[in-house]
Nanobody, 123 residues
Framework: QVHVAESGGGLVQAGGSLRLSCAVS????????SNWYHKAPEKERELVAM???????KYSDSVKGRFTISRDNTGNLAFLQMNNLKPEDTGVYFC?????????????????WGQGTQVTVSS
């Protein structure tokens, strides 16, 4: 089983910063990608940042230049540094990790979600 857990959310004033963390544990061969999603109130969940196995990153237009995704040397910890936060950044942030699992000679790439962490930005 693979377990994903986010932390680091909280209440911050507009213009402030937060750093979210995403820890992944369990049995897998490698991490294929680390992804951060934003679920704003009454809106669909949106992919805001991703990092692939080779370190390539991609951001949504809404966070480009303000958010940075990174990971530690083990790859089992992913981070989302959020700067210059705006009230529209309020919502629940979810981490989704895609891993490579090899069992009985068969490779699969399932994705696992964390339970999310709440970010509230006051104006």
């Amino acid at each position: 089983q693979v377990h994903v857990a986010e932390s680091g959310g909280g209440l911050v004033q507009a213009g402030g910063s937060l750093r979210l963390s995403c820890a992944v544990s369990g049995r897998f061969s490698e991490i294929h990608s680390s992804n951060w999603y934003h679920k704003a109130p009454e809106k669909e969940r949106e992919l805001v940042a991703m990092m692939t196995r080779d370190g390539s990153t991609k951001y949504s237009d809404s966070v480009k230049g303000r958010f940075t995704i990174s990971r530690d040397n083990t790859g089992n910890l992913a981070f989302l540094q959020m700067n210059n936060l705006k009230p529209e950044d309020t919502g629940v942030y979810f981490c989704r990790i895609e891993v490579l699992i090899i069992e009985q000679g068969r490779a699969t790439w399932p994705g696992y979600w964390g339970q999310g962490t709440q970010v509230t930005v006051s104006s």
